[in-house]
C-alpha cells in the first residue's frame, strides 16, 4: 500500500472550513484514499473514502487531484467537537480494511 | 446502536502474566482485527481475522496471539506480558458486505504492564 505524508498538525477557527491535505505520490490505480478521526480517549471513526472522483457526504468533502497523488479533506464549518487527528491511508480494494494507520494530523479547533 | 465492545478500558498486568484482551461485535461482520496505538507511532496492526478459526499476521505479531472461535469475539492473547506491551490496545470489525468495507472501533483497552 502507497504511503502517505501529512502535517503533524493544524490550527483552525470554530465556523471556518478546515482543509487538511494529504501527499501519496506513490499511489496505485486501484487504490482508495480513505479519511479517518480519533477524538481523545476514543477509537478512530470513518469519514469518507474515494477513488477518482471528489466525494461529499454529512460529514465532509474529499477533494483528490488529477493525477492522484494528492488530497484534501475539508470540514466546511469545525466545531470544537472536531478537535481530533486525523488520518489519511491509502488501500487497494479487497484487503478487507486492513488498513496502515500513520501519526495523521492533529486539528485543534479553536474559538 | 451496532457496536464492538472491549471488555475493559483499563487493565493493569504484572510481567509475565497471561493476559486476555476480549472483543466484541454485534454486527455480524465477518472481519475483525486487533490494533495497538503508541504515541508517536500511530495504530499498528497485531493480526487480524477474516473468519471464524481464521487469523492472519499483521505487522508486529511477536509476543500476541489470537482466538476466534466464533463469528462476534476476536481474542488476543498476550502469552507472557512484558513492559514494552504496555499500550492502547484497539479492536475493530468491518463486513465484505459494506462496500466502503469501514472499520468499526471499539473504545480501547489501556494495557499497563509491570
Known amino acids: 500500500d502507497a504511503k502517505t505524508t501529512q502535517p503533524t498538525s493544524m490550527d483552525c477557527a470554530e465556523g471556518r472550513a478546515a482543509n487538511l491535505p494529504c501527499n501519496h505520490s506513490t499511489i496505485s490505480g486501484n487504490e482508495y484514499v480513505y479519511w479517518y478521526r480519533q477524538i481523545h480517549s476514543q477509537g478512530p471513526q470513518y469519514i469518507i473514502h474515494g477513488l477518482k472522483n471528489n466525494e461529499t457526504n454529512e460529514m465532509a468533502s474529499l477533494i483528490i487531484t488529477e493525477d492522484r497523488k494528492s488530497s484534501t479533506l475539508i470540514l466546511p464549518h469545525a466545531t470544537l467537537r472536531d478537535t481530533a487527528v486525523y488520518y489519511c491511508i491509502v488501500s487497494s480494494t479487497g484487503t478487507a480494511s486492513k488498513l496502515t494507520f500513520g501519526t495523521g494530523t492533529r486539528l485543534q479547533v479553536t474559538l | 446502536d451496532v457496536k464492538v465492545t472491549q471488555s475493559s478500558r483499563y487493565l493493569v498486568k504484572r510481567t509475565g502474566e497471561k493476559v486476555f484482551l476480549e472483543c466484541v461485535q454485534d454486527m455480524d461482520h465477518e472481519n475483525m482485527f486487533w490494533y495497538r496505538q503508541d504515541p508517536g507511532l500511530g495504530l499498528r496492526l497485531i493480526y487480524f481475522?477474516?473468519?471464524?478459526?481464521?487469523?492472519e499476521k499483521g505487522d508486529i505479531p511477536e509476543g500476541y496471539s489470537v482466538s476466534r472461535e466464533k463469528k462476534e469475539r476476536f481474542s488476543l492473547i498476550l502469552e507472557s506480558a512484558s513492559t514494552n506491551q504496555t499500550s492502547m490496545y484497539l479492536c475493530?470489525?468491518?463486513?465484505?458486505?459494506?462496500?466502503?468495507?469501514?472499520?468499526?472501533f471499539g473504545s480501547g483497552t489501556q494495557l499497563s504492564v509491570l
Open positions: 481475522s477474516y473468519d471464524v478459526k481464521m487469523k
Open positions: 475493530a470489525s468491518s463486513s465484505f458486505r459494506d462496500r466502503r468495507e469501514k472499520l468499526l
